[in-house]
Nanobody, 118 residues
Framework: QVQLVESGGGLVQPGGSLRLSCAASGNIITFYIMGWYRQAPGKQRELVATIGTAGKTIYADSVKGRFTISRDNVKNMVYLQMISLKPEDTAVYYC????????????WGQGTQVTVSS
């Protein structure tokens, strides 16, 4: 019921920063748990960060202290601020929306490529 479109990916050098954006449409995200996941070549998709309806955040150990997930329910946007990027952060990053009060399927974006390389 929610359509998600990611943007902001690109090529960055190690130690650099990027901010990913996820624009939601079709429904408001107020009652959705929003998240970012990533999938590196040849690897399984993994959780990066989630943010709950009340702002509670969860981060993967590999990104904790470097990445910050945030949400703007008015703008229907979710962000992932990434700093101190490492080559191992290279992956396709996907936005995810999980409803909390409506029994509906999760939504996924198309993904945005993040490449960290010298």
């Amino acid at each position: 019921q929610v359509q998600l479109v990611e943007s902001g990916g690109g090529l960055v050098q190690p130690g650099g920063s990027l901010r990913l954006s996820c624009a939601a449409s079709g429904n408001i995200i107020t009652f959705y748990i929003m998240g970012w996941y990533r999938q590196a070549p040849g690897k399984q998709r993994e959780l990066v960060a989630t943010i709950g309806t009340a702002g509670k955040t969860i981060y993967a150990d590999s990104v904790k202290g470097r990445f910050t997930i945030s949400r703007d329910n008015v703008k229907n946007m979710v962000y992932l601020q990434m700093i101190s990027l490492k080559p191992e952060d290279t992956a396709v990053y996907y936005c995810n929306a999980r409803p909390t009060i409506i029994p509906a399927p999760e939504s996924w974006g198309q993904g945005t490529q993040v490449t960290v390389s010298s």
